[in-house]
Protein backbone atom coordinates (compact mmCIF):
# COMPACT_ATOMS: atom_id res chain seq x y z
CA UNK A 1 0.00 0.00 0.00
CA UNK A 2 1.18 3.83 -1.12
CA UNK A 3 1.24 6.10 1.53
CA UNK A 4 -1.17 8.03 -0.33
CA UNK A 5 -3.24 5.38 -0.02
CA UNK A 6 -2.54 5.08 3.83
CA UNK A 7 -3.21 8.60 4.59
CA UNK A 8 -6.62 7.72 2.11
CA UNK A 9 -7.85 4.74 4.53
CA UNK A 10 -6.68 6.60 8.02
CA UNK A 11 -8.98 9.75 6.68
CA UNK A 12 -11.65 7.64 6.22
CA UNK A 13 -11.47 5.98 9.49
CA UNK A 14 -11.46 8.87 10.85
CA UNK A 15 -15.14 10.01 9.34
CA UNK A 16 -16.49 6.70 9.93
CA UNK A 17 -15.30 7.36 13.77
CA UNK A 18 -17.35 11.04 13.67
CA UNK A 19 -20.21 9.18 12.62
CA UNK A 20 -23.07 9.84 14.58
CA UNK A 21 -23.99 6.41 16.37
CA UNK A 22 -27.45 5.33 16.84
CA UNK A 23 -28.35 5.90 19.90
CA UNK A 24 -28.92 2.90 22.69
CA UNK A 25 -33.28 2.72 22.81
CA UNK A 26 -34.49 3.14 26.33
CA UNK A 27 -37.00 1.33 27.29
CA UNK A 28 -39.64 3.56 29.69
CA UNK A 29 -40.73 0.96 32.92
CA UNK A 30 -44.48 0.25 33.03
CA UNK A 31 -47.15 0.44 34.28
CA UNK A 32 -49.15 3.62 32.21
CA UNK A 33 -51.58 5.20 32.48
CA UNK A 34 -54.37 2.05 31.63
CA UNK A 35 -52.28 -0.45 33.11
CA UNK A 36 -51.92 1.80 36.34
CA UNK A 37 -55.48 2.26 36.33
CA UNK A 38 -55.65 -1.90 36.05
CA UNK A 39 -53.62 -2.26 38.84
CA UNK A 40 -56.58 -0.23 40.74
CA UNK A 41 -59.50 -2.02 39.81
CA UNK A 42 -57.29 -4.94 40.10
CA UNK A 43 -56.70 -3.83 43.74
CA UNK A 44 -60.58 -3.08 44.70
CA UNK A 45 -61.49 -6.70 42.95
CA UNK A 46 -59.49 -8.33 45.10
CA UNK A 47 -60.75 -7.16 47.87
CA UNK A 48 -64.31 -7.55 47.33
CA UNK A 49 -63.40 -11.42 46.39
CA UNK A 50 -61.23 -12.06 49.72
CA UNK A 51 -63.87 -10.43 51.92
CA UNK A 52 -66.78 -12.40 50.00
CA UNK A 53 -64.25 -15.66 50.33
CA UNK A 54 -63.37 -14.84 54.45
CA UNK A 55 -66.91 -13.93 55.22
CA UNK A 56 -68.11 -17.85 53.77
CA UNK A 57 -65.61 -19.36 55.92
CA UNK A 58 -66.12 -17.58 59.04
CA UNK A 59 -69.96 -17.94 58.44
CA UNK A 60 -69.40 -21.61 57.88
CA UNK A 61 -67.52 -21.56 61.39
CA UNK A 62 -69.65 -20.25 62.96
CA UNK A 63 -72.38 -22.09 61.84
CA UNK A 64 -70.43 -25.13 63.03
CA UNK A 65 -69.57 -23.95 66.50
CA UNK A 66 -72.87 -22.83 67.18
CA UNK A 67 -74.84 -26.67 66.20
CA UNK A 68 -77.81 -24.72 65.09
CA UNK A 69 -78.54 -25.54 61.38
CA UNK A 70 -81.27 -22.75 61.79
CA UNK A 71 -78.56 -20.23 61.71
CA UNK A 72 -78.11 -20.59 57.84
CA UNK A 73 -81.68 -19.83 57.39
CA UNK A 74 -81.92 -17.00 59.52
CA UNK A 75 -79.48 -14.45 57.83
CA UNK A 76 -80.64 -11.27 60.36
CA UNK A 77 -78.82 -13.75 62.72
CA UNK A 78 -76.11 -14.84 60.63
CA UNK A 79 -75.04 -11.49 59.58
CA UNK A 80 -74.91 -10.36 63.62
CA UNK A 81 -72.56 -13.85 63.92
CA UNK A 82 -70.17 -12.66 61.02
CA UNK A 83 -69.88 -9.03 62.87
CA UNK A 84 -68.99 -10.15 65.71
CA UNK A 85 -65.79 -11.76 64.48
CA UNK A 86 -65.45 -8.49 62.43
CA UNK A 87 -61.74 -8.57 63.32
CA UNK A 88 -61.01 -12.19 61.69
CA UNK A 89 -62.95 -10.81 58.78
CA UNK A 90 -60.30 -7.94 58.36
CA UNK A 91 -57.31 -9.78 59.26
CA UNK A 92 -58.28 -12.93 56.25
CA UNK A 93 -59.41 -10.11 54.03
CA UNK A 94 -55.93 -8.32 54.32
CA UNK A 95 -53.67 -11.46 54.47
CA UNK A 96 -55.49 -12.69 50.99
CA UNK A 97 -54.80 -9.41 49.23
CA UNK A 98 -50.90 -9.39 50.42
CA UNK A 99 -50.58 -13.02 49.28
CA UNK A 100 -51.90 -11.65 46.04
CA UNK A 101 -50.09 -8.43 45.93
CA UNK A 102 -46.78 -10.15 46.45
CA UNK A 103 -47.14 -12.70 43.42
CA UNK A 104 -48.61 -10.18 41.22
CA UNK A 105 -45.75 -7.61 41.91
CA UNK A 106 -43.17 -10.36 41.79
CA UNK A 107 -44.38 -11.23 38.16
CA UNK A 108 -44.63 -7.58 37.03
CA UNK A 109 -41.39 -6.50 38.15
CA UNK A 110 -39.08 -9.83 38.33
CA UNK A 111 -39.79 -11.39 34.66
CA UNK A 112 -39.09 -8.09 31.92
CA UNK A 113 -35.44 -8.53 31.51
CA UNK A 114 -33.29 -5.60 32.28
CA UNK A 115 -31.33 -4.61 29.03
CA UNK A 116 -28.28 -2.94 30.46
CA UNK A 117 -27.72 -6.38 32.82
CA UNK A 118 -29.80 -9.29 30.76
CA UNK A 119 -27.22 -11.77 33.62
CA UNK A 120 -29.07 -10.53 36.96
CA UNK A 121 -31.63 -12.60 38.38
CA UNK A 122 -34.91 -12.63 39.19
CA UNK A 123 -34.88 -11.99 42.54
CA UNK A 124 -31.64 -9.38 42.27
CA UNK A 125 -34.10 -7.23 39.54
CA UNK A 126 -37.03 -7.76 41.69
CA UNK A 127 -35.22 -5.94 44.76
CA UNK A 128 -33.19 -3.77 42.31
CA UNK A 129 -36.89 -2.06 41.09
CA UNK A 130 -38.64 -1.62 44.80
CA UNK A 131 -35.66 -0.24 45.80
CA UNK A 132 -32.95 -2.12 47.66
CA UNK A 133 -30.87 0.76 49.43
CA UNK A 134 -30.81 0.46 53.66
CA UNK A 135 -32.65 4.14 55.00
CA UNK A 136 -30.03 6.12 56.26
CA UNK A 137 -30.15 7.32 59.74
CA UNK A 138 -31.08 10.65 59.45
CA UNK A 139 -34.13 9.88 56.64
CA UNK A 140 -34.92 7.21 59.35
CA UNK A 141 -34.81 9.85 62.41
CA UNK A 142 -37.12 12.10 60.42
CA UNK A 143 -39.50 9.57 59.59
CA UNK A 144 -40.07 8.42 63.38
CA UNK A 145 -40.59 11.99 63.86
CA UNK A 146 -42.81 13.32 61.88
CA UNK A 147 -45.31 10.07 62.64
CA UNK A 148 -47.77 12.18 64.85
CA UNK A 149 -47.90 15.70 62.93
CA UNK A 150 -48.60 13.59 59.56
CA UNK A 151 -51.10 11.44 62.15
CA UNK A 152 -52.68 15.05 62.93
CA UNK A 153 -52.75 16.68 59.78
CA UNK A 154 -54.31 13.61 58.19
CA UNK A 155 -56.83 12.48 60.60
CA UNK A 156 -58.44 16.35 60.97
CA UNK A 157 -58.65 16.31 57.23
CA UNK A 158 -60.59 13.17 57.71
CA UNK A 159 -63.12 15.25 59.90
CA UNK A 160 -63.65 18.06 58.20
CA UNK A 161 -64.11 15.74 55.23
CA UNK A 162 -66.29 13.17 56.95
CA UNK A 163 -68.50 16.52 57.95
CA UNK A 164 -68.68 17.78 54.62
CA UNK A 165 -69.94 14.47 52.89
CA UNK A 166 -72.53 13.69 56.27
CA UNK A 167 -73.96 17.06 54.91
CA UNK A 168 -73.98 16.16 51.22
CA UNK A 169 -75.87 13.10 52.49
CA UNK A 170 -78.31 14.76 54.34
CA UNK A 171 -78.96 17.19 51.83
CA UNK A 172 -78.94 14.59 48.32
CA UNK A 173 -80.41 11.61 50.22
CA UNK A 174 -79.64 9.12 46.88
CA UNK A 175 -75.81 9.35 47.94
CA UNK A 176 -74.27 5.66 48.70
CA UNK A 177 -73.67 5.75 52.46
CA UNK A 178 -70.31 3.82 52.58
CA UNK A 179 -68.77 3.17 55.76
CA UNK A 180 -64.84 3.36 56.14
CA UNK A 181 -62.47 1.77 58.46
CA UNK A 182 -61.38 5.27 59.81
CA UNK A 183 -64.44 5.74 61.22
CA UNK A 184 -64.77 6.47 64.91
CA UNK A 185 -67.97 3.76 65.09
CA UNK A 186 -66.56 0.74 63.03
CA UNK A 187 -62.78 1.76 64.27
CA UNK A 188 -64.16 1.29 67.88
CA UNK A 189 -65.77 -1.74 67.10
CA UNK A 190 -62.91 -3.46 65.57
CA UNK A 191 -60.91 -2.47 68.32
CA UNK A 192 -62.88 -3.81 70.99
CA UNK A 193 -62.78 -7.14 68.83
CA UNK A 194 -59.43 -7.39 68.66
CA UNK A 195 -56.14 -6.95 70.71
CA UNK A 196 -53.77 -4.45 70.05
CA UNK A 197 -51.23 -6.78 68.43
CA UNK A 198 -53.66 -8.30 66.26
CA UNK A 199 -55.00 -4.73 65.86
CA UNK A 200 -51.95 -3.59 64.67
CA UNK A 201 -51.70 -6.31 62.50
CA UNK A 202 -54.73 -5.94 60.78
CA UNK A 203 -54.88 -2.33 60.46
CA UNK A 204 -51.08 -1.47 60.17
CA UNK A 205 -48.50 -4.41 59.00
CA UNK A 206 -50.76 -6.22 56.31
CA UNK A 207 -51.73 -2.72 54.44
CA UNK A 208 -48.54 -1.19 54.77
CA UNK A 209 -46.73 -4.31 52.67
CA UNK A 210 -49.91 -4.49 50.52
CA UNK A 211 -50.75 -1.10 49.33
CA UNK A 212 -46.77 0.29 49.03
CA UNK A 213 -45.82 -2.82 46.94
CA UNK A 214 -48.68 -2.02 44.66
CA UNK A 215 -48.69 1.91 44.93
CA UNK A 216 -45.41 2.65 45.28
CA UNK A 217 -43.20 -0.23 43.60
CA UNK A 218 -45.37 -0.83 40.84
CA UNK A 219 -48.13 2.21 39.90
CA UNK A 220 -45.63 4.56 41.03
CA UNK A 221 -42.48 3.22 39.18
CA UNK A 222 -44.09 3.44 36.24
CA UNK A 223 -45.71 6.72 36.71
CA UNK A 224 -43.22 8.30 37.74
CA UNK A 225 -40.65 7.35 35.03
CA UNK A 226 -43.27 8.14 31.96
CA UNK A 227 -45.02 11.21 33.53
CA UNK A 228 -42.09 12.75 35.30
CA UNK A 229 -41.99 13.51 39.12
CA UNK A 230 -44.64 15.68 39.99
CA UNK A 231 -47.25 13.93 37.85
CA UNK A 232 -45.99 10.77 38.35
CA UNK A 233 -47.04 11.37 42.15
CA UNK A 234 -50.03 13.41 42.02
CA UNK A 235 -51.56 10.67 39.77
CA UNK A 236 -50.01 7.23 41.82
CA UNK A 237 -51.76 9.56 44.99
CA UNK A 238 -54.66 10.05 43.56
CA UNK A 239 -55.14 6.41 42.64
CA UNK A 240 -54.09 5.27 45.78
CA UNK A 241 -56.62 7.77 47.68
CA UNK A 242 -59.36 6.55 44.91
CA UNK A 243 -58.47 3.11 46.30
CA UNK A 244 -59.87 3.78 50.06
CA UNK A 245 -63.46 4.24 48.24
CA UNK A 246 -64.54 6.90 50.51
CA UNK A 247 -64.94 9.82 50.21
CA UNK A 248 -63.44 11.53 53.47
CA UNK A 249 -61.07 8.89 53.72
CA UNK A 250 -60.26 9.42 49.81
CA UNK A 251 -59.74 13.28 50.68
CA UNK A 252 -57.03 12.58 54.13
CA UNK A 253 -55.33 9.82 52.16
CA UNK A 254 -54.66 11.75 49.10
CA UNK A 255 -51.45 14.23 51.02
CA UNK A 256 -50.35 11.31 52.90
CA UNK A 257 -49.92 9.44 49.50
CA UNK A 258 -47.70 12.14 48.45
CA UNK A 259 -45.05 12.05 51.30
CA UNK A 260 -45.12 8.35 50.93
CA UNK A 261 -43.83 8.47 47.12
CA UNK A 262 -41.48 11.38 47.92
CA UNK A 263 -39.60 9.43 50.95
CA UNK A 264 -40.05 6.52 48.36
CA UNK A 265 -38.19 8.27 45.65
CA UNK A 266 -35.41 10.16 48.14
CA UNK A 267 -34.51 6.86 49.95
CA UNK A 268 -34.73 4.70 47.24
CA UNK A 269 -36.10 2.13 49.12
CA UNK A 270 -39.36 0.50 49.93
CA UNK A 271 -38.63 -0.34 53.44
CA UNK A 272 -39.17 3.37 54.12
CA UNK A 273 -42.23 4.34 52.74
CA UNK A 274 -43.67 0.67 54.16
CA UNK A 275 -41.91 2.06 57.85
CA UNK A 276 -43.88 5.01 57.42
CA UNK A 277 -47.68 3.20 56.39
CA UNK A 278 -47.01 1.21 59.29
CA UNK A 279 -46.40 3.26 62.16
CA UNK A 280 -49.27 5.85 60.40
CA UNK A 281 -51.69 3.21 60.65
CA UNK A 282 -50.14 1.35 64.01
CA UNK A 283 -50.74 5.03 65.82
CA UNK A 284 -54.14 4.85 64.61
CA UNK A 285 -54.52 1.43 66.21
CA UNK A 286 -52.99 2.49 69.62
CA UNK A 287 -55.25 5.34 69.78
CA UNK A 288 -58.48 3.44 68.79
CA UNK A 289 -57.46 0.83 71.75
CA UNK A 290 -56.82 3.23 74.71
CA UNK A 291 -60.10 5.18 73.23
CA UNK A 292 -62.19 1.79 73.60
CA UNK A 293 -60.71 0.95 76.99
CA UNK A 294 -60.41 4.63 78.71
CA UNK A 295 -62.36 4.58 81.85
CA UNK A 296 -63.63 7.88 81.62
CA UNK A 297 -64.27 9.06 78.00
CA UNK A 298 -64.57 12.66 79.33
CA UNK A 299 -60.85 13.50 79.48
CA UNK A 300 -59.01 13.73 76.48
CA UNK A 301 -60.57 11.21 74.50
CA UNK A 302 -61.15 14.42 71.33
CA UNK A 303 -57.23 13.71 71.00
CA UNK A 304 -57.66 9.42 70.92
CA UNK A 305 -61.03 9.41 69.02
CA UNK A 306 -59.97 11.95 66.55
CA UNK A 307 -63.53 12.91 65.47
CA UNK A 308 -62.91 16.44 67.12
CA UNK A 309 -61.09 19.66 65.63
CA UNK A 310 -58.34 20.16 67.53
CA UNK A 311 -56.89 23.82 68.50
CA UNK A 312 -55.68 25.91 65.84
CA UNK A 313 -52.32 25.90 67.68
CA UNK A 314 -51.83 22.16 67.70
CA UNK A 315 -52.97 21.59 63.85
CA UNK A 316 -50.74 24.29 62.32
CA UNK A 317 -47.27 23.48 63.34
CA UNK A 318 -48.62 19.69 62.68
CA UNK A 319 -49.18 20.54 58.92
CA UNK A 320 -46.38 22.79 58.30
CA UNK A 321 -44.20 19.76 59.70
CA UNK A 322 -45.66 17.86 56.82
CA UNK A 323 -45.08 20.15 54.17
CA UNK A 324 -41.91 20.58 55.53
CA UNK A 325 -40.96 16.64 55.61
CA UNK A 326 -41.85 16.68 51.87
CA UNK A 327 -39.53 19.24 51.11
CA UNK A 328 -36.73 17.98 53.45
CA UNK A 329 -36.80 14.41 52.35
CA UNK A 330 -36.75 15.66 47.99
CA UNK A 331 -34.07 17.83 49.24
CA UNK A 332 -31.83 15.58 50.81
CA UNK A 333 -32.43 12.30 48.05
CA UNK A 334 -29.93 9.80 47.32
CA UNK A 335 -28.07 10.30 44.08
CA UNK A 336 -25.37 8.83 42.63
CA UNK A 337 -21.59 9.98 41.71
CA UNK A 338 -19.80 7.95 39.10
CA UNK A 339 -15.80 6.70 39.76
CA UNK A 340 -15.12 10.48 37.58
CA UNK A 341 -16.91 12.40 39.95
CA UNK A 342 -20.14 13.69 37.84
CA UNK A 343 -23.16 12.78 38.89
CA UNK A 344 -25.52 9.63 37.25
CA UNK A 345 -28.49 10.65 36.06
CA UNK A 346 -30.22 7.80 34.06
CA UNK A 347 -33.51 8.38 31.30
CA UNK A 348 -35.84 8.03 33.83
CA UNK A 349 -36.35 9.18 37.36
CA UNK A 350 -36.39 5.79 39.59
CA UNK A 351 -35.05 3.90 42.66
CA UNK A 352 -33.17 1.82 41.02
CA UNK A 353 -29.20 1.54 41.21
CA UNK A 354 -27.08 1.87 38.63
CA UNK A 355 -25.74 -1.26 36.66
CA UNK A 356 -22.02 0.05 36.58
CA UNK A 357 -20.26 0.90 39.39
CA UNK A 358 -21.64 4.36 41.29
CA UNK A 359 -21.46 5.85 44.93
CA UNK A 360 -24.81 6.63 46.81
CA UNK A 361 -24.62 10.14 48.10
CA UNK A 362 -27.18 11.84 50.44
CA UNK A 363 -27.89 15.40 49.24
CA UNK A 364 -27.17 18.14 52.09
CA UNK A 365 -30.51 19.97 52.74
CA UNK A 366 -30.02 24.20 53.27
CA UNK A 367 -29.20 24.54 56.75
CA UNK A 368 -32.45 27.08 56.86
CA UNK A 369 -35.05 24.42 55.53
CA UNK A 370 -33.57 22.24 58.45
CA UNK A 371 -33.87 24.86 60.98
CA UNK A 372 -37.11 25.12 59.77
CA UNK A 373 -38.72 22.10 60.24
CA UNK A 374 -36.70 21.37 63.19
CA UNK A 375 -39.32 24.19 64.76
CA UNK A 376 -42.08 23.20 63.40
CA UNK A 377 -41.62 19.54 64.76
CA UNK A 378 -40.72 21.14 68.40
CA UNK A 379 -43.75 23.37 68.14
CA UNK A 380 -45.70 20.86 67.63
CA UNK A 381 -44.91 18.28 70.56
CA UNK A 382 -44.48 21.30 72.98
CA UNK A 383 -48.68 22.34 71.89
CA UNK A 384 -49.88 18.72 71.76
CA UNK A 385 -48.28 17.92 74.66
CA UNK A 386 -49.83 20.90 76.48
CA UNK A 387 -53.21 20.60 74.55
CA UNK A 388 -52.93 16.44 76.64
CA UNK A 389 -52.16 18.18 79.94
CA UNK A 390 -54.77 21.09 79.55
CA UNK A 391 -57.29 18.15 78.48
CA UNK A 392 -56.26 15.52 81.15
CA UNK A 393 -56.79 18.35 84.01
CA UNK A 394 -60.33 19.20 83.26
CA UNK A 395 -59.20 22.31 81.39
Known amino acids: MTPLEESERLKDDVEFAAWPTKPVPVTIPG??????????????ITHLVATAIVVVVVALMVVGMSGDPQLVRDPQRLQQAVNQHIGLVM?????????AVLLAVGLRLAIPADPLDPSAGL???LVNRLGQL????????TILAIVIPVSVSCGQL??????????????????????TIQEVNVLSTLADSLSLPGLVFVLAVLPAIGEELVFRGVIGRGLVARC?????????????????????????VFPLGVLLHVIYLATRSILAPVLLHFLVNGWAAVLAKASVSMQDPGKGNELLTGDELMAWYVLLPAVLASLGAVIFFWRSRIEFREPCGSWWWPAYRSVECPSRPAESTRLKPPRTLVAAFCVALLCFYVAAGWEIYRLADGG
Request: proline share 6%; no cysteine; charged share 10%.
Open 134 to 141: KVQLPHLL
Open 91 to 99: GGDQFLFVI
Open 228 to 252: GVVRGVFVTSLLFAVAHLHPAHQVS
Open 31 to 44: PGVFEAFGWLVGVI
Open 158 to 179: FVVANRLWRSMLEAVPGLPDVQ
Open 123 to 125: LVR
